[in-house]
């Protein structure tokens, strides 16, 4: 918005100081003005005549001496400090503006580096800090605080332009895969039209579900869904009951332990998340029966739900390969898929855990990935207990169980958006 030019804060500012400094100058001179005006008479005093001035008695006379005592008048105090008044007003008033035009100066320095700083961040140039020297105080904390801005904008704009980046990737290999099987289609006319038409549904069917995961990314980080009453606990056994036959396929047992757990939250996102937990815990472990019907073990998960201190916690544990703890902590960003987790079959996109922690951090929750000692991985997500179930002789460290029923219409036969 354009705006007329006006004063700079330094100028106010020196103003401000020379003003400050005139005024106590006028009420100190103010004070001796009327200190001296108290004791000195109102009137001039008569003038002596010629043998008063001159007329003393002999010394040894023994006669009294008129002595006459002629002070100043308010008169003389005009003409004498009126003036020395002046020059004093005129001496604070040169100094309040040199001085304050530097004190002003000094003081906003720190300002000057960080509009300069803001300059640049507007320019597009992020990795800029201020890194404001000197003890804390109002400056400082808005050095820091522009400095913690400007690092988390721009950790946000390298994964929006890596997120972008892999989108753009991904999307573009079964478009690609597509083209590929409609060309060779038009070159052999004598190709299987079935087999093609299997094998561009599934290329479809993938690029489907990846557009479906990134809309609901997207839903998730702009947290624009209604809260309502939840409970975790349901989520879970609706996730675990849908996946069911995906885990029999896999010769997988699903153990369940799930106590009551409210929430606040978006109940097809709640919904989501549980699913992606499940799912990712199912495709994820031991290798099922072979081709010749062999196990390599039998592979667990384990779902539970509770209340735990002042949250409420959902927990997806799983055996499986061991993890190294470094790509354990990618795990959650997007596209990112451990070389040794990913199998043939139900591997999804690369989508799952990020929306999983997109969903978590939109109710203002934790999620925890830890790997297992035996191999496999624990994922946990706290999200906050509501307010009207916390109680506050609660042990953190103990799991609480809230006996009241509540009031939550179950989500009907539902059918959530393949696993991602």
């Given amino acids: 918005m354009a705006r007329a030019p006006g004063m700079s804060a330094r100028l106010k500012l020196t103003f401000s100081y020379a003003g400050i400094v005139m005024l106590a100058g006028s009420l100190l001179i103010a004070v001796a003005w009327i200190f001296a005006l108290r004791w000195l008479p109102d009137h001039d005093p008569p003038k002596p005549s010629p043998g008063q001035m001159t007329a003393m008695p002999a010394p040894g006379s023994g006669a009294n001496p008129a002595i006459l005592i002629l002070g100043p008048s ?15 007003l005129a001496f604070l008033l040169l100094l309040g503006l040199v001085g304050g035009w530097f004190l002003a100066g000094r003081m906003l320095a720190p300002l000057t580096r960080i509009t300069d700083a803001t300059r640049l961040a507007a320019t597009g140039s992020l990795a800029h800090r201020i890194e404001l020297e000197g003890r804390t105080d109002e400056f400082r904390e808005l050095a820091d605080t522009f400095d ?4 988390r ?21 079964p478009l690609a895969i597509t083209q590929s099987l409609l060309d060779a289609a038009r070159n052999d006319a004598e190709r299987d039209t079935d087999r093609l038409i299997d094998r561009l549904h599934v290329v479809n069917t993938r690029a489907i579900d990846l557009t479906e995961a990134l809309l609901l990314l997207s839903r998730a980080n702009q947290r624009s869904f209604a809260r309502e009453e939840a409970d975790l606990s349901l989520m879970a056994e609706e996730a675990t009951e849908t996946l069911l036959p ?32 499940v799912h990712n815990a199912i495709v994820h472990n031991l290798p099922g029966k072979g081709s010749e019907g062999t196990t390599s073990g039998q592979g667990m998960i384990w779902v539970s ?7 409420v916690e959902l927990s997806v544990e799983n055996t499986g390969d061991k993890l190294a703890p470094e790509l354990v902590a990618t795990l959650t960003e997007p596209f990112q898929r451990g070389t040794e987790r990913v199998h043939t079959d139900h591997a999804g996109v690369g989508l799952g855990l990020a929306i999983v922690d997109s969903i978590t951090r939109a109710h203002d929750g934790a999620l925890t990935l830890t790997p297992r000692p035996g191999g496999g991985l624990r994922v946990t ?37 393949s696993p991602t």
Avoid at 74 to 88: E, H, K, T, W
Avoid at 148 to 151: V, Y
Wanted: charged content about 20%; overall charge neutral.
């Fill in 74 to 88: 308010r008169s003389d105090l005009m003409r004498g400090f009126a003036p020395a008044a002046a020059v004093a």
């Fill in 148 to 151: 913690t801005m400007l690092a």
């Fill in 153 to 173: 904008l721009e950790a946000h704009v390298a994964e929006q332009q890596r997120f972008a980046s892999n989108a753009s990737h991904e999307l573009r290999t």
């Fill in 246 to 277: 995906l885990a029999e396929r896999h010769d997988l047992l699903i153990e369940t332990s799930c106590a009551v757990a409210p929430a606040i939250g978006s109940l097809a996102l709640l919904l989501q998340l549980a699913t992606n937990l």
């Fill in 305 to 311: 739900t509770g209340i735990r201190g002042d949250d």
């Fill in 381 to 417: 997500v706290r999200l906050p207990l509501p307010a009207p179930y916390r109680t506050p002789t609660a042990d953190a460290s103990e799991t609480r169980y809230v006996p009241t029923a509540l009031r939550l219409a179950r989500i009907g036969p539902s059918h959530p958006s």
